[in-house]
């Protein structure tokens, strides 16, 4: 990645915002709803992936595809104060937290969790228990989104080795 400033106007705004609706679409595609050759484009998103702009492109899946059925949102409180790079150490041994972020407040992280159902996500919290310095957990059960193109709505983990990747209907809608 490349540290030197760069400007970004408004062809670039409307190049990520066109690959953040489609990541498939093609420069050409873009190029022509945007007034720029399949060249230009190109060229362009070039520099936003050399400059940091754009960090990656993925795939949204459909959670329960994966056999992910069930999504919880966690509150973690420490003793003392746990630092965030320990915090992220234990984080990092749960494929099933799919975010992890130190936030404000009274909680000192809050994890996005998936897992296959009701039990499988009761293990991931006994596991997260016990850790040395974790004092408690707040966890509060996802019903449905209400915005189901959200990010938060995909997976981008891919889902724990012996997890089912079963059908049937998406939490998510």
Not at 66 to 71: P, V, Y
Not at 112 to 132: G, K, N, Q, T, W
Request: glycine share 8%; with cysteine; hydrophobic share 40%.
């Amino acid at each position: 990645m490349n540290s030197r400033p760069s400007s970004f106007d408004e062809l670039d705004r409307k190049i990520v915002t066109a690959l953040m609706a489609n990541a498939r679409t093609s420069f050409a595609e873009i190029g022509a709803g945007i007034g720029l050759s399949a060249t230009a484009v190109k060229r362009r998103v070039d520099r936003l992936r050399e400059t940091g702009v754009i960090t990656g492109f993925t795939a949204t899946v459909r959670p329960s595809a994966l056999g992910w059925r069930t999504e919880a949102y966690v509150e973690v409180y420490c003793e003392g104060a746990a630092p965030p790079r320990r915090l992220a150490e234990v984080v990092r041994n749960h494929p099933e937290i799919t975010a992890a972020m130190t936030v404000t407040g009274g909680a000192d992280a809050l994890l996005h969790v998936r897992a296959r159902d009701v039990e499988h996500f009761e293990e991931v919290l006994e596991r997260i228990r016990v850790e040395p310095f974790i004092r408690k957990t707040i966890s509060v059960m996802v019903l449905s989104h209400l915005i189901p193109d959200s990010p938060e709505a995909g997976a981008s983990h891919p889902v724990p080795d012996g997890a089912p990747a079963r059908s049937g209907p998406a939490l998510n809608g």
